[in-house]
């Protein structure tokens, strides 16, 4: 049977175009998306927020900033369509829709902290090529800002919706810390959530485990701060778990670690009867196919390659970047001992799926 090969045959134009077209958004997009970074981190769109309609000028001595900079800075904010443009007079404005998704004010509606991962991963891409080479992968101090960006995260999120959206996702979970229970919380960062916890839940004992020692001081730090003498840290391996607990969270980092399924079988043994795992995760399929059209699915697997995927397998780890979706969560699960095992979503957050796993 005679075969055709793609060689020699012309790519249809209308389409050729269309997909040139796309490439073209992609670039302008990455580029947006730096810039949206650079204005988070300098803070001006918090200072834009507050202001009327003003010149470059204006808006540099608000923010304390170069104008050189911030007028360049704003010449792509309005080609972009973030920011609007008075020609006569050279006024610059950020419209509040706009603001209430760039403003450290939108508080979890805030898109403009996520921006800061395209710059992170840009800094290691000469390392990822040589991954891509040789195998391997690129180690976490690779990534110097990555915990504070992830912290950065974490906190407008557990600030606004732990207590009182995540944490009921596990049912009767609220009542036991109210109560007052022994909690752990698993890969814990800069300890953000468990503080937040003992604050909410004065009756209740909490305590961080992370592998990171800038991370415990930092968790340290702010429940000192807070006076809260219910919550403390451990420096640690997440697959060998001190104690046991009635609640364990872990939130954004099972499918980061080197070992996730020798800590699932960690976290179930450390659960006491009738103890409640509450994993927050990627919102994803563990089959591709399941994942196009995901409205982030070209993040993920963005992110998953300049980071999740890259510093497992820089320690000889599984390295399951997007393999790790609802399936493969549950198999996990369930070798682990855990025999019931739901899933929860919240709505407007397209990043994660909670899990709450108990066991007979």
Not at 13 to 41: C, I, P, W, Y
Not at 323 to 328: A, L, M, P, R, Y
Request: net charge negative; proline share 5%; with cysteine.
């Amino acid at each position: 049977m005679a075969t055709v090969e793609n060689k020699g045959m012309a790519p249809d134009t209308t389409e050729q175009e269309e997909f040139a077209g796309k490439v073209v958004d992609v670039l302008n997009a990455a580029s947006m998306a730096l810039l949206t970074s650079m204005g988070h981190r300098t803070g001006l769109f918090d200072t834009m927020s507050t202001l009327p309609p003003s010149t470059s000028d204006e808006i540099a001595r608000a923010a304390g900033l170069n104008e050189r900079y911030v007028r360049e800075w704003l010449g792509g904010m309005v080609v972009g369509g973030f920011v609007t443009y008075e020609p006569e007079g050279a006024r610059y404005a950020l419209p509040p829709a706009h603001a209430a998704c760039l403003t450290r004010a939108a508080g979890p509606d805030n898109l403009a902290t996520i921006m800061q991962y395209v710059g992170l991963m840009g800094t290691v891409e000469d390392q990822v090529v040589e991954a891509f080479r040789h195998g391997g992968g690129v180690p976490y101090s690779a990534y110097p800002r990555f915990q504070e960006l992830q912290g950065e995260e974490n906190a407008r999120v557990f600030d606004a919706a732990l207590v009182d959206t995540i944490l009921p996702l596990a049912p009767g979970v609220p009542e036991r810390l109210r109560e007052g229970v022994d909690a752990l919380d698993v890969g814990t960062g800069q300890g953000h959530a468990p503080v937040v916890m003992a604050a909410a839940f004065p009756r209740s004992r909490f305590h961080g485990l992370d592998q990171s020692e800038e991370g415990i001081a930092v968790g340290r730090e702010e429940a000192a701060r807070l006076g809260l003498g219910n919550v403390g840290f451990t420096v640690g391996d997440s697959t060998e778990i001190p104690g046991t607990y009635d609640v364990v969270t872990a939130f954004d980092v099972i499918h980061d670690l080197a070992r996730p399924a020798e800590t699932l079988e960690a976290i179930s043994a450390a659960l006491r009867p009738g103890g409640v795992f509450l994993m927050g995760d990627i919102a994803a399929s563990s089959r591709l196919e399941e994942n196009i059209g995901h409205v982030l699915g070209p993040t993920l697997f963005g992110f998953s390659v300049f980071y999740c995927m890259t510093t497992s397998l820089s320690t000889g780890g599984a390295g399951l970047g997007t393999v790790w979706g609802e399936q493969t969560a549950r198999r996990m699960l369930a070798d682990a001992g855990f025999s019931r095992v739901e899933t929860r979503s919240i709505e407007g957050d397209p990043f994660n799926l909670y899990y709450v796993a108990t066991k007979d």
